[in-house]
């Protein structure tokens, strides 16, 4: 069974920054594609973000040269480097992996007041 734990969300103002955590159980970690999405109200899930095993990343491009994504194998941890946050940002943050099924964590509200 794999568990996606995420932590880092909060209240911002535009302009700012956050870095968000996703930290995974299991042995899938190394040698899966890890990625960020996010759900604002109303709005379907969009991806924002993936990192493969050997670091290669994509981006949105509403995020590009804004968010970077990032992943330490030793530690299980994926991670989301949020600059320059603007309120369309806001929404809640999921962090997701595939292994034989789609695996998402409980999310983290992320609001960038204006």
């Known amino acids: 069974q794999v568990q996606l734990v995420e932590s880092g969300g909060g209240l911002v103002q535009a302009g700012g920054s956050l870095r968000l955590s996703c930290a995974a159980s299991?042995?899938?970690?190394?040698?899966?594609?890890m990625k960020w999405y996010r759900q604002a109200p109303g709005k379907q899930r969009e991806l924002v973000a993936a990192i493969t095993s050997s670091g290669t990343t994509n981006y949105a491009d509403s995020v590009k040269g804004r968010f970077a994504i990032s992943r330490d194998n030793a530690r299980n941890t994926v991670y989301l480097q949020m600059n320059s946050l603007k309120p369309e940002d806001t929404a809640v943050y999921y962090c997701?992996?595939?292994?034989?099924?789609?695996?998402w964590g409980q999310g983290t509200q992320v609001t960038v007041s204006a």
């Open positions: 997701n992996v595939y292994a034989l099924k789609n695996y």
């Open positions: 299991g042995s899938i970690f190394r040698l899966n594609v």
